[in-house]
């Protein structure tokens, strides 16, 4: 089984910064795509950026673009996500995913193509 631990969330004042990071741990895993989704309370689950290792692919959700940048230390066997200029419209539980297959720019942002989840990390930027 893999696991995937997120970490590095918490409060923030809007125009704030954070780190978040995804561990993945557990037997030999070796990811196609990567993606990191949040949720906030009452909505569905959102897209929020994706990569296909493969080619190095990368997609960001428009609300995020510019602020958010994936990134990953192959030593770690982790990934982060860089959020700069934070809004209070960013509050929401991030969560990483994985997946075994190349994803593309649709696939990606589809939570149902991913195979293996994180437990959340809350996110919360006041105004």
């Known amino acids: 089984q893999v696991q995937l631990v997120e970490s590095g969330g918490g409060l923030v004042q809007a125009g704030g910064s954070l780190r978040l990071s995804c561990a993945a741990s557990g037997r030999t895993f070796s990811s196609s795509a990567m993606g990191w989704f949040r949720q906030a309370p009452g909505k569905e689950r959102e897209f929020v950026t994706a990569?296909?290792?493969?080619?190095?692919?990368?997609y960001y959700a428009d609300s995020v673009k510019g602020r958010f940048t994936m990134s990953r230390d192959n030593a770690k066997n982790t990934v982060y996500l860089q959020l700069n200029s934070l809004k209070p419209g960013d509050t929401a539980v991030y969560y990483c995913a994985a997946s075994s297959s190349v994803l593309g720019y649709i696939g990606s942002r589809r939570p149902t193509s991913y195979d293996y989840w994180g437990q959340g990390t809350q996110v919360t930027v006041s105004s």
């Open positions: 990569r296909d290792w493969s080619d190095g692919s990368t």
